[in-house]
C-alpha cells in the first residue's frame, strides 16, 4: 500500500523559511520521480517543483525559482521542500506526489 506523509508545515513572518518532508512506503522510492504540488484557497493545484529519481535533475515553478529547493535522501525514502524568503502567496496546503497517489498534505501560511 503506497503512503505519502507530509510534516513540516506551520505559520511562519513572511521571509522566513520551512522545510517540508514526506516520508513514502509501499513502493521503490528511488526509482520514481517525486513532486511537490501545492494548492491555495480557491485555486487550482499547482505543480511547485519536481526531482528525478537519483535527486541529478530538478525543475521549478516561475514562482518559486531561486528560493525553494527540492531534495531527496533515498536511504530515507524521504523528499524534502526546503522554502526560503516565503511569501504571503505561498500560503497553501502542500502535497507530495507519485504517479497518482497524493498525501494528506501540510499546511503552510505565511503571515505577519
Known amino acids: 500500500q503506497v503512503q505519502l506523509v507530509e510534516s513540516g508545515g506551520g505559520l511562519v513572518q513572511p521571509g522566513g523559511s520551512l522545510r517540508l518532508s514526506c516520508a513514502a512506503s509501499g513502493f521503490t522510492f528511488s526509482i520514481y520521480t517525486m513532486r511537490w504540488y501545492r494548492q491555495a484557497p480557491g485555486k487550482e493545484r499547482e505543480l511547485v517543483a519536481t526531482i528525478a529519481s537519483t535527486g541529478g535533475s530538478t525543475n521549478y515553478a516561475d514562482s518559486v525559482k531561486g528560493r525553494f529547493t527540492i531534495s531527496r535522501d533515498n536511504a530515507k525514502n524521504t523528499v524534502y521542500l526546503q522554502m526560503n524568503s516565503l511569501k504571503p502567496e505561498d500560503t497553501a496546503v502542500y502535497y507530495c506526489?507519485?504517479?497518482?497517489?497524493w498525501g494528506q498534505g501540510t499546511q503552510v501560511t505565511v503571515s505577519s
Open positions: 506526489n507519485r504517479l497518482s497517489n
